[in-house]
T-cell receptor
């Protein structure tokens, strides 16, 4: 596998469920990101990790919990979500801490019932 | 923080015509401005970017212009083709960070 891969591609969960989204990058990058993409809204940055350390939390509710065990893997743990959290969650990676091209995954389409 | 506004939200052009998408930003410290293209059901991909030390950059049929004084930048696509149909996002960020702030996107439809 090359590039940035995300699993699962689709997820349906109830408001009381706990689930996780997984992202893996095979590009040797050292920065990873979670973005939320909702209809007719800008891509919203959620979290940034540089060299496994979280450097940005864009006022994201605590029901979203990120985890970055190493520079190649990024998780987003979900619990007690709301229907308005339904969206496409995109993972991305880049090389270096200065602005560079973001390489996105295909996204995980989340539906909260 | 940075705020990026993008216009228009939808744009329809005839094949062969030009398309222009405009963005404004609020943070005068921003100096990196990429453009991403997202085809239906696919991931966003970088198509061109510009840094504040240049006013224009071209790559074949695509060009980006930047006016730092007015805090706006634009994407120009010439000789549009049906495969240019997609959602285009502009973004901005300061050089000292990697917190890209995106515009709301422009749906471009190229009619053949």
């Amino acid at each position: 596998e090359t590039g940035v891969t995300q699993t699962p591609r689709h997820l349906v969960m109830g408001m009381t469920n706990k689930k996780s989204l997984k992202c893996e990058q095979h590009l040797g990058h050292n920065a990873m990101y979670w973005y939320k993409q909702s209809a007719k809204k800008p891509l919203e940055l959620m979290f940034v990790y540089n060299f496994k350390e979280q450097t940005e939390n864009n006022s994201v509710p605590s029901r979203f919990s990120p985890e970055c065990p190493n520079s190649s893997h990024l998780f987003l743990h979900l619990h007690t979500l709301q229907p308005e959290d339904s969206a496409l969650y995109l993972c991305a990676s880049s090389q270096g801490v200065k602005p560079r091209e973001l390489f996105f995954g295909e996204g995980s389409r989340l539906t909260v019932l | 923080g940075e705020n990026v506004e993008q216009h228009p939200s939808t744009l329809s052009v005839q094949e062969g015509d030009s398309a222009v998408i405009k963005c404004t930003y609020s943070d005068s410290a921003s100096n990196y401005f990429p453009w991403y293209k997202q085809e239906l059901g696919k991931r966003p991909q970088l198509i061109i970017d510009i840094r504040s030390n240049v006013g224009e950059k071209k790559d074949q049929r695509i060009a980006v212009t930047l006016n730092k004084t007015a805090k706006h930048f634009s994407l120009h696509i010439t000789e549009t083709q049906p495969e240019d149909s997609a959602v285009y996002f502009c973004a901005a960020t300061p050089e000292y960070g990697n917190k890209l702030v995106f515009g709301a996107g422009t749906i471009l439809r190229v009619k053949s």
